[in-house]
Nanobody, 133 residues
Framework: QLQFVESGGGLVQPGGSLRLSCAAS????????IGWFRQAPGKEHEGVSC????????YYADSVKGRFTISRDKAKNTVYPEMNSLKPEDTGVYYC??????????????????????????WGQGTQVTVSS
């Protein structure tokens, strides 16, 4: 069963930074497209940033471009988004997800996960990020 453990959330002032972590439980992230989604109160899950397994293809939602950076540490089986210049509208619960394996170019796998929300498994506990003064 695909399970993630998300951590690193908290309360931060506008303009501040946070680094979230997404660790896999029971499977290896190396060969998976991984993404971060967020859910604001009363809204659907939104793909924020995704990263491919090997060639470094990435996707960022327009709302976070230039502020968020996604990376992976294969030795630690973990994926991180570095979130800078945080805004109140970044508030929400942040979740990890993995894409459905497919024999297509990695940039398409990233698109399918982040834009089309074609994820495998179910949502975990997530980590709460609150941006407020």
């Amino acid at each position: 069963q695909l399970q993630f453990v998300e951590s690193g959330g908290g309360l931060v002032q506008p303009g501040g930074s946070l680094r979230l972590s997404c660790a896999a439980s029971g499977f290896n992230l190396d060969y998976r497209t991984i993404g971060w989604f967020r859910q604001a109160p009363g809204k659907e899950h939104e793909g924020v940033s995704c990263i491919s397994s090997n060639d470094g293809s990435t996707y960022y939602a327009d709302s976070v471009k230039g502020r968020f950076t996604i990376s992976r540490d294969k030795a630690k089986n973990t994926v991180y988004p570095e979130m800078n210049s945080l805004k109140p509208e970044d508030t929400g619960v942040y979740y990890c997800a993995t894409g459905r394996p497919a024999k297509v170019p990695e940039y398409i796998q990233v698109f399918r996960l982040c834009v089309l929300s074609e994820y495998e498994g179910s949502w975990g506990q997530g980590t709460q990020v609150t941006v407020s003064s």
